[in-house]
């Protein structure tokens, strides 16, 4: 699934990519099973990740900063970025990870960030190494930013679904 959805960014134009990646992020925040209205979708159908792209707002958004996003990533690259994943599965695979994966093109530094212990249907650090792990053996560019550190996955000391920074 995951070398598809690269494939389907890599034929797109620079800003229609950086688009589709933001609109990747959101889609894939669907798959969250705490939502009862998203767990209801996807137990009555077979409901997936082109689905959840159509069930996206259409913009604006009701937080709109993508504008100002693609005008920033004409800019210097950011430093470092912190990633805190939550759903396992099409959101981590199909949405962080194509994410992911263009700010390390740029060469900013990227922590992916995952809870210590299950929390609904949240992957987990262990899981997201794996995980991680398996994408480096097809993503040349993960695969290289883990061997160099610009890449790394974290545990976030969580154990709940609410982030406590």
Same mark, same amino acid.
């Given at each position: 699934?995951?070398?598809?959805?690269?494939?389907?960014?890599?034929?797109?134009?620079?800003?229609?990519?950086?688009?589709?990646?933001?609109?990747?992020?959101?889609?894939?925040?669907?798959?969250?099973?705490?939502?009862?209205?998203?767990?209801?979708?996807?137990?009555?159908?077979?409901?997936?990740?082109?689905?959840?792209?159509?069930?996206? $707002?259409?913009?604006?958004? #009701? %937080?709109?900063?993508?504008?100002?996003?693609?005008?920033?990533? *004409?800019? @210097?690259?950011?430093? &470092?970025?912190?990633?805190?994943?939550?759903?396992?599965g099409m959101d981590i695979?199909?949405?962080?990870?194509?994410?992911?994966?263009?700010?390390?093109?740029?060469?900013?530094?990227?922590?992916?960030?995952a809870n210590s212990k299950?929390?609904?249907?949240?992957?987990?650090? $262990?899981?997201?190494?794996? #995980? %991680?792990?398996?994408?480096?053996?097809?993503?040349?560019?993960? *695969?290289? @930013?883990?061997?160099? &550190?610009?890449?790394?996955?974290?545990?976030?000391?969580?154990?709940?679904?609410?982030?406590?920074?």
């Open positions: 699934m995951l070398k598809s959805r690269l494939d389907s960014l890599n034929i797109l134009d620079w800003e229609e990519k950086q688009i589709a990646v933001v609109e990747g992020l959101l889609a894939g925040n669907m798959f969250d099973w705490g939502a009862k209205e998203v767990a209801k979708i996807m137990e009555t159908s077979d409901f997936g990740f082109t689905e959840a792209k159509t069930k996206l $707002q259409g913009r604006p958004w #009701l %937080v709109d900063n993508l504008n100002e996003w693609l005008e920033r990533l *004409k800019g @210097a690259a950011h430093k &470092c970025a912190a990633i805190f994943v939550d759903n396992s695979v199909l949405g962080v990870l194509p994410f992911a994966l263009e700010l390390l093109k740029r060469k900013t530094k990227v922590l992916l960030c299950p929390a609904l249907n949240d992957v987990t650090y $262990q899981e997201l190494k794996v #995980l %991680v792990r398996k994408a480096s053996d097809f993503v040349t560019e993960i *695969k290289d @930013a883990l061997s160099s &550190c610009q890449l790394k996955i974290l545990d976030s000391g969580q154990g709940s679904p609410c982030l406590d920074l």
